[in-house]
């Protein structure tokens, strides 16, 4: 098999394009791809479309690329923290798609299975089926660009609504542990996304915490095989932000 490592960041991800989809992984603020992202902004590429679970908050994750105003288009299930999101959304600056998060993770592993599109249950009769959401506005608050309706089938008695496949240009993942071939480990809730969005991308940038030679890891731990994986940056480990942290006074005769 072939080394896949990238000697840096801003290396792996020189050959992304402007107007290149790009399909993120991380949840919230945990397991971003930070290092991979920051060095995105450092580049020339925009007019980017992105396939992840939220586009980060206001100055971390994709976040970064939103405030320099190099996204186009967002594909995302939560976007909830993040005010200059809302700010480009309702000022008819972003094209947003809000998509049930279940039904993000199935397109998003449909793609790298190559599927091109699957029936679920989610969103029947609502407007993710009916079609109507606003997917762009105008400056003046106007809706330019809507969800069109999906088809629907039954089975078995039951509707359901058929969802296409995702397949992104290039995606960015972030890992524990990664051997030099792509094979990768994640932590605890980062295996939220990543996987997906790493099976789902055409060249897949992982960066990784710890670089380990081939056999170093059980097989029986890898959670992604690098046959996913074509590019391997190693960043060592970063520092995790809490994205909203919650507090409560000491009880009066606590200790401190």
């Not at 995302?76 to 993770?105: C, D, H, I, M, W």
Request: glycine share 12%.
């Amino acid at each position: 098999m072939t080394n896949k490592v990238v000697a840096t960041a801003a290396e792996a991800v020189a050959d992304i394009p402007s107007g290149a989809s790009l399909a993120v992984g991380g949840f919230g603020l945990c397991g971003i791809p930070d290092t991979l992202i920051a060095a995105l902004a450092q580049g020339e590429a925009t007019d980017l479309e992105v396939f992840s679970n939220n586009c980060g908050v206001d100055g971390q994750g994709l976040g970064v690329l939103l405030e320099a105003g190099r996204i186009r288009r967002v594909t995302a299930s939560y976007v909830g923290e993040n005010k200059e999101f809302a700010r480009q959304y309702l000022a008819g600056e972003l094209e947003v798609e809000l998509t049930p998060q279940g039904t993000l993770a199935e397109r998003l592993r449909a793609g790298g299975a190559g599927i091109p599109a699957f029936y679920t249950p989610a969103g029947v009769g609502t407007p993710v089926g009916d079609g109507g959401l606003p997917w762009r506005y105008d400056a003046e608050g106007n809706v330019v660009v809507a969800s069109p309706p999906k088809e629907v089938r039954e089975f078995d008695g039951k509707r359901y609504l058929l969802e296409k496949a995702i397949v992104a240009d290039f995606a960015l993942v972030h890992a524990e542990v990664g051997d030099t071939h792509g094979n990768l480990v994640f932590n605890k809730t980062a295996m939220n996304f990543n996987p997906l969005a790493a099976m789902a991308g055409r060249i897949t940038i992982a960066e990784v915490e710890r670089l380990v030679e081939p056999g170093e890891l059980d097989p029986a731990r890898v959670h992604l095989p690098g046959v996913f994986v074509q590019r391997i940056v190693h960043t060592g480990p970063q520092d995790k932000r809490i994205e909203k942290r919650t507090v409560r006074r000491a009880e009066e005769g606590s200790r401190p």
